[in-house]
């Protein structure tokens, strides 16, 4: 069992920055992806950004050039550093754990931490 805490949400202005960190307890090893997943109000959660335990990153496009995932292999830590915040940015950010145990795929989520961006 993995669980996920995030923290480094809160309220900010259009243009600043936020640097998000999501530590991992349980049995993060091997195969496994990290991330973050967003979800504003009144829409689906979607993908922000996700890394792998080897360092291979994937973003989504409002993500490109703004944002930047990384991890600390040996705490368990994912972090998303956020710059030119835009008020769309605005939404509950969700860590995220995809781990492989032996042949089998497990997903984990965090709580959510909220990042408020203001005009």
């Known amino acids: 069992q993995v669980q996920l805490v995030e923290s480094g949400g809160g309220l900010v202005q259009a243009g600043g920055s936020l640097r998000l960190s999501c530590a991992a307890s349980?049995?993060?090893?091997?195969?496994?992806?990290m991330g973050w997943y967003r979800q504003a109000p009144g829409k689906q959660r979607e993908l922000v950004a996700t890394i792998t335990n080897d360092g291979s990153t994937n973003y989504a496009d409002s993500a490109k050039g703004r944002f930047t995932v990384s991890r600390d292999n040996a705490k368990n830590t994912v972090y998303l550093q956020m710059s030119s915040l835009k008020r769309e940015d605005t939404a509950v950010h969700y860590c995220?754990?995809?781990?492989?145990?032996?042949?089998?795929?497990?997903?984990?989520w965090g709580q959510g931490t909220q990042v408020t961006v203001s005009s």
């Open positions: 349980g049995s993060i090893f091997g195969t496994n992806i």
């Open positions: 995220y754990a995809r781990v492989l145990y032996g042949s089998t795929w497990y997903t984990f």
